[in-house]
Structures are given as structure tokens and as C-alpha cells.
């Protein structure tokens, strides 16, 4: 009997230290369980952070190269504003701080380039798409120019009329008015006041350069143009409106060196 009762106690106590052991066991399962879900957080964590800065550089990088475009394109330096723009072209889409934007200064560096059919085709593609927002008008305005320029096509002045109907700024609207004129004095007008609201507005200056040489206006010609040279030193189209005042004026190459000094 007592052999009984004592194999009896010792079963009891193994399974009683069996369910501890289990139960030991499990626990431990669990933490270790616990401990790896923690561990793949941190690292799923870790990796989304680092996503994140990725992005932030991407954003930031794509930033600086579309500020560095404009500050080119104010100065006239349209070669340098085109290879920061391609440059922030490059990254994601996602990444761009204004995408339509960067594509419509792209076209303007192009347009300013005389790479006419590449500007061209560029605003056309630009044309298409859903988020052009406020650029729609600046657009249209650039595509009726550029005809112009390029064909002197009647039919661009529509392009240009329709773009005085949607969202353009102060100085655009005096350029389009410009544009649109029907005498050389009203649109020296227009052009003079897209020049007073905007001083980094290269056609708008060109356009009144142009007029005031085709006028005879030379003496306000040269003060624009002394203007235009050193705010745009890049740009040749005021070199070339330079040389052709010398050459209205009948300057001899020598003459022309000293009025420049």
C-alpha cells in the first residue's frame, strides 16, 4: 500500500513538474516570440525611416536644383536654368515640388535657347496633362508666342487672346496685351508696364527693345538695353539688339568699345 500511495505522489509531482516545465516552456516561446515581433518592428521601422529620409533628400535635392533654375533664368543664364531643371526632372515625379511648374520653365529655357521645335513640342506634351492648374494660362500664353515667333502665324494671337481669359499674372496679362496690339505705341505700352511689374521678364524686355529700335526711339532704347545686358548677361538676344543700335547709330567699332566703359 504504501508503495502505492508513494508511486501515486511521484506521478503526481512529475506531472505537476511536466505542467511547470510545459508551461515554462510556452512562456519562454512567447518572450522569444515577443522578442522577435519587437525586433522585426524595430527593423520594419528602421527601414521606413530611412525611406523617409531618402525622400526628404530626393525632395530637397529636386528643390534646390528648381531654385537654382530660377535664379539662372532670372539672370538670363537660360543654358545653366536648363541643366538644373533636367536635373530636377530626373527625380520622381512624387518627389517634385511642382511638377507642371518645372515642366512649363523647361519650356521657357528652351523657347529662350531658340531650340524652338523642342520648346514646342515640350508645351504641347505639357498641354495634356490633368494637373496643370494655374499654369494653363502662362501656358497657352507661351504656346501662342512661340507660333508667333516662330511662323509669325496670325493664328497664335488666338492662342494668346484665349490666354488673357484664364489666370495670368499682372505682368503676363501687360505682355499678352502687348502681344494683341494693333499700334507700335499702344503695345510699347503694355510691354513697358510687363517690364515695370516684372523687371525679369525676358520677352516682354525684348519686345520693347524691338519696338523702340523699329521706332527710332534709340536714346530709350539704349536705357533699356544698358538694363537688360546686365540683368540678363547670358542672354545673346540683347547682344544682338545691342549690335543692331550700334549699327542704327552708325558706330564704328571703336565708338561702341568706349560706350561701353
Known sequence: MLGVIVALALGTVGTALGLFQARHDASRARQAETQARDQRDAALKAQAEARAAEAKERRLRTKSHAQAARLAMQRGAWSKALDQLEQALEQNEADQPDPAGLRLDRVRALAALHRTDEASAAAKALAGRPDLGKHEGPLLLLEG??????????SALKKIARATQLKLSRAEAAFARGM????????????????????????ANAMLI????????????RVRLDFARRLFPSDPTFALQYAMLLALRGNEPGRARRSQN
Request: net charge negative.
Open 180 to 203: 494683341l496690339a494693333r499700334t507700335s505705341v499702344e503695345a510699347a505700352q503694355h510691354f513697358e508696364m510687363a517690364v515695370d511689374l516684372d523687371p525679369f521678364h525676358p520677352p
Open 210 to 221: 524691338s519696338i523702340l529700335l523699329l521706332t527710332g526711339r534709340l536714346d530709350e532704347a
Open 145 to 154: 508666342s512661340l507660333a508667333w515667333y516662330r511662323d509669325n502665324d496670325p
